[in-house]
């Protein structure tokens, strides 16, 4: 079945313990993206990756990193989790982007992370 | 910068009602639109997109958009909606290459 999957799917933590939400997708795509989702603020980019080492900022980059070092998996870490980044968290991934970034986004079940 | 606007943040229905969202983007240069839905305890999955041609686009579940150019809007309509439309919808554009902007979202009930 083709599909986004992340993990975990529920994390409490405290500030400024090291995590790490993985992110797989088993269709080939090339763009796989992170975002957030917070209440009232719909859901807004942090991360993505155009391709294989091929990574760049979204609009809320701020605490986090990524890495693509396959193109079936997409890291999303937190090395130093705050409070204000409580939220949910989605994975996606679209076959090819660029020029021509008509492609539907497939998103993942979603991370629930509470720092404490 | 692209931004996306969703007018409704929260709209009730009775079943049968018409339903039209809102949205409207900022950009200056060609976009691609879409409607993406989040049904209670399920993944984002689109529901229509558009990116050329007949500006009038149809999705699943009998829903329709409409792209106006000229007024850089994206309104998404349903003739009837039933209670299994209750659901978070959310516009978004892709414009810069890599960059995607989600709206703020709708949350639409639907009372039986």
């Known amino acids: 079945e083709a599909q986004v999957t992340q993990n975990p799917r529920y994390l409490i933590t405290v500030t400024g313990k090291k995590l790490t939400v993985t992110c797989s997708q088993n269709?080939?795509?090339?763009?796989m993206s992170w975002y957030r989702q917070d209440p009232g603020l719909g859901l807004r980019q942090i991360y993505y990756?155009?391709?294989?080492?091929?990574?760049d900022k979204g609009d809320v980059p701020e605490g986090y990193k990524v890495s693509r070092k396959e193109k079936r998996n997409f890291p999303l870490i937190l090395e130093s989790p705050s409070p204000n980044q409580t939220s949910l968290y989605f994975c996606?991934?679209?076959?090819?982007?660029?020029?021509?970034?008509?492609?539907?986004?497939?998103f993942g079940p979603g991370t629930r992370l509470t720092v404490l | 910068a692209q931004s996306v606007s969703q007018h409704n943040h929260h709209v009730i229905l009775s079943e049968a009602a018409s339903l039209e969202l809102g949205c409207n983007y900022s950009?200056?240069?060609?976009?691609?639109l879409f409607w993406y839905v989040q049904y209670p305890g399920q993944h984002l999955q689109l529901l229509l997109k558009?990116?050329?041609?007949?500006?009038l686009v149809k999705g699943i579940k009998g829903f329709e958009a409409e792209f106006i150019k000229s007024k850089f809007s994206f309104n998404l309509r349903k003739p009837s909606v039933q209670w299994s439309d209750t659901a978070e919808y959310f516009c978004?554009?892709?414009?810069?290459?890599?960059?995607?902007?989600f709206g703020d979202g709708t949350t639409l009930t639907v009372k039986p």
């Open positions: 978004a554009v892709n414009a810069n290459a890599g960059k995607s902007t």
């Open positions: 950009y200056g240069g060609t976009v691609n």
């Open positions: 996606a991934s679209s076959l090819r982007r660029g020029a021509a970034s008509t492609d539907t986004q497939y």
């Open positions: 990756s155009m391709n294989v080492e091929v990574t």
């Open positions: 269709m080939n795509h090339e763009y």
């Open positions: 558009y990116f050329s041609g007949d500006p």
